[in-house]
């Protein structure tokens, strides 16, 4: 599967962005899929996840409550709808998908499909 991803941008805090995630290849529905994020400095982290058909979630704690994950299979597309964003939230987003999952979110392995990054900051 091939997925590129688009949405990012420079927002203030507590406003809200949404990231898209467009596949295309193959279903993402047949796939665990999510959002990983690495700020400067920082590793990289799994930041919201979904299995395959949808089924189950995950978010890492410091979204809780703030973002949510979404596929629309019609279109064949992720999202991540990030609400009360907060400046901590500052990275490089990137939407990942793999047959293979590592809990609910997708292995992040170099053979895992990722699409380029798109640049979410939050200024305070």
């Known amino acids: 599967v091939q997925l590129q991803a688009s949405g990012g941008g420079l927002v203030q805090a507590g406003g809200s962005l949404r990231l898209s995630c467009a596949a295309s290849?193959?279903?993402?529905?047949?796939?665990?899929a999510g959002w990983f994020r690495q700020a400067p400095g920082k590793e990289r982290e799994r930041v919201s996840c979904?299995?395959?058909?949808?089924?189950?979630?995950y978010h890492i704690d410091s979204v809780v409550g703030r973002f949510t994950i979404s596929v629309d299979i019609a279109k064949n597309t992720m999202y991540l709808q990030m609400n009360n964003l907060k400046p901590e939230d500052t990275a490089v987003y990137y939407c990942?998908?793999?047959?293979?999952?590592?809990?609910?979110?997708?292995?992040?392995?170099?053979?895992?499909?990722w699409g380029q990054g798109t640049q979410v900051t939050v200024s305070s």
């Open positions: 990942v998908a793999d047959s293979v999952g590592w809990g609910r979110c997708p292995r992040g392995a170099h053979s895992s499909s």
């Open positions: 290849g193959s279903s993402l529905h047949d796939y665990y």
């Open positions: 979904i299995t395959k058909r949808g089924g189950l979630s």
